[in-house]
C-alpha cells in the first residue's frame, strides 16, 4: 500500500510502498476514503526537517547539550552514530481522515466492518491507504455528514478544546488571533455559542473568509488593537485566544493590549511566549494553554491501550470531543467544505506538498486528499525491496522490532560483522519497516511477524520488540526450529521462563542479549580471575518514569527483570558460577514518580562460593558515570570505570588500560551468536540464561518478603 512519508534527516518526502499494519486487539484497521492536510502542523514539519543540521541544532539547544553529555560518558563515535540514527528516522505525516473500517480488534466494541468514522491523532490518521486506529481515536460518521467534512475532525477537536479552555459565555466578545484552519473552526464554534467574535490576520482572504462564515468583525493585524477597543466598547475582550503559528511574541503582546481587566487568554497555536510581565499583572489576566485534541491525549493508557476516562469526571476526552464536532457539522454549525482550497487524488499528493512549500504560487488554506476503494488487505503484508539471492551458508536474519535501540545499536554493528544477510524485517508500523529496510537493505518487510517465522530463506530470527512480546515470539522461534537473538529479557513472568525451559530442546541456538560479558575489558577481568571473587557493581541508572512502558509490569516487566538482567549476567561471568540465592534491599521513600525498586541493593551468592553486590540506583545525578566494577580476588583486585577505563592490581602494582569509546560488547556478542550457529554450541549455556532471568524473579520475591530467597533451579 501507499504512505506519505518524510525522512527527518534530509527532508525527503514521497509516497512510498509499505506493509499494510497489522490489526491490534485495542482498535481497528480503517481505509481512509479522504485525509486532511494540516497546513500549519504540516508545514511546519516539513520546513524542520528539510533545515541543514546546523539550523536543527540551533532551534533545539537543549537537544544538543544532551548530545555532548553523551559524547563526556560513550565517546564521540558512539555518540554521534546514535545520533545520526535518530535523525535518519522517517516521519510519518497526516493526523485527521475519514475512512472505513475493514478489520476489529478482538477487544473493540461498538465497531463493525463497513462503519465509516473519523480518525484522529499523529501517528494513527496518517496518510496512507491503510491505517491501525485505537479505539479511543475514532468516532463513528453521523449519516447526515459526508466524509469529506469528517476528514476535518483532529483539526476541529483542537479549535474545540480551545474553546473548553476558553470557557465562553453568551454574549461574551472574543478575539481570535491567527485564522487559518483552526482560526476559522475556532470563529464558527464561538458563534455557535452566542459569542460575538473579532478576527485577525495579515491575510485579506483570510479576514474576508471569516467574515463569510459568520465572524463580527475582522481585521489586519497591525490594526487589532484599535479595532478590539470599538468592538468592545472600550472595555476589552473577555477573552482572547491565539491560533496563530509564529516565532514572534507579538501575539502574546497583542493579546494582553486587548483583553479586559481579569480576562483570559488562550494559547492553542505555536507563538512566542516571553510574557510581558506587567501587561498581564496589572490586569491580572488569566493565561491558559490548550492541549491539542483533549483530555487523554499524550496518555498511553487511553491512546494506546484504550481505558476511557469516566464520563462524569471528564466530560469530554478526546474522543467525546470527535463527537460534539461531527454533532456540530450534523446541525450546520460548522461547514468544513466552505474552508477548502484545494483537493488532489491521493497519487498526486505530492502536488499538496509542493503547495505548502511555495512551488506552485497559490494560496492555500484546506486541503483534502481523496482516496480510491480498490485496495486489497491480504495484498500488503509483505513488501519485497530487492531481489537479492540469499546464500544458505550465512547468518540471514529476520529482525523483528526496530526501535531506537535496534537502529542505533543492533544493526549498526551487525553490518559491520562479515557473512551476516539481512533478509527480512518487521517492524510495529509501515514507515518504520521502509525507513529502516531502505537504510539496512533488508529483502523484504513487514508488519506482521509470522511472515518472518515461515520465510525459508532466514534461518535466524532477531527479537528487538517490547518485552511483552518476547516469550511468544522465543517459542514461536523455537517451534520453527529457528536460530534465535533475543534481547533481553528473555522473559517477564516466572510461567513463561519454566514454558521456554520445557520447549527448548538445544536443537538451535538460543542467546539473549547479555552484551557486558562480551566486552574486550570484561573478557581481560575474567582472564585475570582465578577462584572465588566478590564482586561489588554500582549502576548509576537514572531515572524512567513511572508512565514509560517499560515500568508497565505486563509490558516492560519494570527495570529489574527489563535491566538488572545485565548486571546479574555479567556478575555470574566473572564468578564463573550460578546464582543460589539473592537477598534485596530496596530504598523506602516517598516519592511515588518512580518505583521504590528502582533504588535497590541486591546481595547474590554463588554456587561456586562468590559474592556479588549490585547496587541499582535511579536516584543521582547524570554526570556521574554510569557503571563502576570492582572486582576482589586472592592477591588481585579490579576496576572498571564505565567500559573506558579498566585497572587491575596485582602484586603490589597496577596497570591501567583505557579507551576513548565504549565498547560495551555488542560486536562481540553478535559475532558469537552467528559463530554459535555455525558450530551449533551456545555460545552462552541455556542454564546461564535460565539462571539470570530466574534471578530477577527472585529479586522482586526477596523485595516482597524482605528476605532471602534461594533460586532453585
Known amino acids: 500500500m501507499k504512505q506519505l ?25 480503517v481505509k481512509t476514503n479522504v485525509s486532511l492536510v494540516s497546513a500549519g502542523t504540516e508545514k511546519m514539519l516539513v520546513d524542520f526537517a528539510k533545515k541543514s543540521m546546523l539550523a536543527k541544532a540551533k532551534d533545539r539547544p537543549d537537544l544538543v547539550k544532551q548530545v555532548i553529555d553523551k559524547m563526556k560518558k560513550e565517546g564521540i563515535r558512539n555518540t554521534l552514530e546514535k545520533v545520526f540514527t535518530k535523525l535518519d528516522t522517517p516521519i510519518p505525516l497526516g493526523y485527521s481522515l475519514a475512512g472505513t473500517v475493514v478489520q476489529v480488534g478482538e477487544n473493540l466494541n461498538g465497531f463493525n466492518v463497513g462503519d465509516r468514522v473519523a ?31 469528517a476528514s476535518f475532525v483532529t483539526v476541529g477537536a483542537i479549535a474545540l478544546q480551545g474553546i473548553r479552555q476558553t470557557a465562553p459565555l453568551i454574549g461574551e466578545r472574543i478575539a481570535v488571533i491567527g485564522l487559518g484552519l483552526i482560526g476559522q473552526i475556532t470563529v464558527q464554534l464561538l458563534k455557535a455559542n452566542g459569542c460575538k467574535v473579532i ?32 468592538f468592545t466598547s472600550g472595555y476589552g475582550a ?17 493579546a494582553a493590549e486587548i483583553s479586559r481587566m481579569r480576562g483570559r487568554v488562550v494559547l492553542v497555536g505555536l507563538v512566542g511566549m516571553d510574557v510581558p510581565r506587567n501587561s498581564y ?114 547468518l540471514n536474519i529476520g529482525l523483528i522490532g526496530a526501535g531506537n535501540f535496534t537502529k542505533s545499536v543492533i544493526l549498526p554493528n551487525l553490518k559491520k560483522i562479515s557473512n551476516v544477510e539481512l533478509v527480512g524485517l518487521c517492524t510495529a508500523t509501515g514507515v518504520s519497516a521502509q525507513g529502516t529496510g531502505k537504510k539496512y537493505d533488508f529483502k523484504y518487510i513487514t508488519t506482521n511477524s509470522d511472515e518472518i517465522f515461515k520465510n525459508s530463506e532466514i534461518n535466524s530470527v532477531f527479537i528487538t520488540t517490547r518485552h511483552n512480546e518476547h ?65 561489588n557493581y554500582r549502576i548509576n541508572a537514572g531515572v524512567i518514569p513511572i508512565d514509560t512502558w517499560i515500568q508497565d509490569a505486563d509490558i516492560g516487566g519494570g527495570r529489574i527483570v527489563g535491566e538488572v538482567c545485565h548486571f546479574i549476567d555479567t556478575c555470574s561471568f566473572l564468578a564463573g558460577s550460578t546464582v543460589q540465592s539473592v537477598f534485596a534491599m530496596s530504598l523506602s ?80 556478542e553478535f559475532t558469537a551468536f552467528k559463530e554459535s550457529v555455525k558450530s551449533g554450541k551456545n555460545a552462552v549455556e541455556f542454564e546461564s540464561l535460565y539462571n539470570t532471568t530466574n534471578t530477577t524473579f527472585k529479586v522482586l520475591e526477596s523485595l516482597r518478603i524482605k528476605g532471602l530467597v534461594a533460586v532453585d533451579e
Open 119 to 149: 480518525c484522529g491523532g499523529a501517528g494513527y490518521a496518517n496518510h496512507a491507504e491503510i491505517n491501525y486506529v485505537p479505539k479511543n481515536l475514532m468516532v463513528k460518521i453521523p449519516d447526515r455528514v459526508d466524509d469529506i467534512d
Open 281 to 394: 499583572y496589572k490586569k491580572e489576566l488569566d493565561i491558559r494553554l490548550s492541549m491539542a485534541y483533549g483530555p487523554g491525549r499524550y496518555d498511553p493508557e487511553y491512546e494506546e491501550k484504550g481505558v476511557d476516562y469516566p464520563y462524569d469526571l471528564v466530560r469530554f476526552t478526546e474522543q467525546r470531543n470527535f463527537e460534539a464536532f461531527l454533532g456540530l457539522i450534523e446541525d450546520g454549525k460548522v461547514t468544513p467544505k466552505e474552508l477548502i482550497t484545494h483537493s488532489y487524488d491521493f497519487d498526486d499528493a505530492m502536488t499538496a506538498y509542493d503547495l505548502l512549500e511555495g512551488r506552485i504560487k497559490e494560496k492555500y488554506l484546506g486541503i483534502v486528499l481523496n482516496y480510491k476503494n480498490d485496495i486489497n488487505l491480504n495484498e500488503h503484508k509483505v513488501v519485497k525491496r530487492s531481489d537479492k539471492i540469499i546464500a544458505q551458508d550465512r
Open 589 to 668: 521513600k516517598n516519592d511515588r514518580s518512580i518505583p521504590d525498586e528502582d533504588n535497590v541493593s541486591i546481595t547474590l551468592k554463588y554456587q561456586n562460593g562468590s559474592i556479588a553486590t549490585i547496587s541499582y540506583y535511579a536516584y543521582g545525578d547524570s554526570a556521574m558515570p554510569k557503571e563502576y566494577i570492582e572486582l576482589f580476588g586472592s592477591g588481585f583486585s579490579m576496576q572498571l570505570n564505565d567500559f573506558r577505563e579498566l585497572k587491575i592490581y596485582k602484586q603490589g602494582k597496577s596497570t591501567t588500560e583505557k579507551n576513548s569509546n565504549q565498547d560495551k560488547g555488542f560486536m562481540g
Open 238 to 254: 473577555d477573552a482572547v485566544i491565539i491560533t496563530a503559528s509564529t516565532s514572534s511574541n507579538q501575539p502574546i503582546i497583542d
Open 199 to 230: 478576527g485577525s490576520d495579515i491575510d485579506p482572504d483570510k479576514l474576508n473568509l471569516a467574515k463569510k462564515i459568520g465572524c463580527d468583525e475582522v481585521c489586519h493585524a497591525a490594526d487589532l488593537i484599535v479595532k478590539a477597543n470599538e
Open 471 to 535: 516469550f511468544a515470539k522465543v517459542m514461536q522461534a523455537i517451534e520453527a526450529k529457528k536460530h534465535c537473538f533475543v534481547e533481553k529479557p528473555l522473559c517477564i513472568y516466572e510461567d513463561e521462563l519454566k514454558k521456554i525451559k520445557e520447549a527448548y530442546n538445544g536443537e538451535s541456538i538460543l542467546q539473549v542479549g547479555f552484551n557486558r560479558r562480551f566486552s574486550p575489558m570484561v573478557k581481560k577481568m575474567k582472564e585475570s580471575i582465578k577462584g572465588q571473587v566478590a564482586i
Open 5 to 29: 512519508i518524510q525522512s527527518f534527516k534530509t527532508g525527503e518526502l514521497g509516497l512510498f510502498d509499505v506493509p499494510a499494519p497489522v490489526c491490534d486487539k485495542n482498535g481497528a484497521l
